[in-house]
């Protein structure tokens, strides 16, 4: 691994060591403080350059365009709010996908297939185990967003989202979230319809570095990452993880998703 990952700075092929625990620590801390933790350039940033510059042929023939009209919910009616309310207010998503089985020998595929890998992240978010997808084509996606192509405001299904930057763009392409704004128990559908107003003074952005693993807790934080701009794409990596093992998507789901069963 050490040919694809910094191992010297970000242990997690020591699991259980003091330098792991430290690491864990500290994004235990992170995460419990800003619900988000970064390993700089966890990766390589030429394997991470050269992995996008690698799959720039397969996302130009063989990607999904994935292009959708949706509210930060995915969903289009809310028990308890309005057709009108401005909480449900839709904007575009658009960007380029490939998924797993279209990602060869590559490097991500190498990082997600090994077990550390999970180990490390289970004990980062305080979980006994977690797991790889069986899905071959959910497991690892990457995305590709060229000029004038974002990913709108949402909150994610699952409690923490992954990534991994391969290729950043010339300009734009920040990802941009607000804590604080909603819990289980409040919705808060009025600080909601503030934000994407974009009333909201509270919004923050970072802006992601090649290689650099995110891990994110976005259930009830809403996120989005702003439109690029300039000819470079921004790519970036989505690895999936469970609690359980052997989770796949219904064929239903995968041609929602992507457009193709597998
Ligand atoms: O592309 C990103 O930085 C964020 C991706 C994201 O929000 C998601 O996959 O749910
Ligand atoms: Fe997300």
Known sequence: MRDILDLDQFPLDRPGSPEWQDLVD???????????????ELMHPHVAQQTAKSLSPSFA???FRHERDHNIYFQDKIDGLADDHPALTRFKTSNLTLCADQLGGSALLRLYDWPEFATFMAATMGKEDLFTMSDPLARVNVMSYCEGQELNWHFD???FTTTMLMQAPDQ???FIYRTGLRSD???NYDGV???LRGDDPDVQSITLSPGTLNIFRGKNTPHRVGTVKGETPRVI?????FDRPGVTFTPKDQIGFYGRAA
Do not use: K
């Open 157 to 159: 299904r699952s409690e």
């Open 237 to 241: 990596a989505v690895f999936s993880f």
């Open 185 to 187: 128990d409040d919705p």
């Open 172 to 174: 734009g392409g920040e």
């Open 26 to 40: 500290r994004c235990r801390t992170d995460l419990e403080r800003d619900g988000m933790f970064n390993l700089h």
């Open 61 to 63: 023939t063989q990607s």
């Open 193 to 195: 319809a503030r934000m």
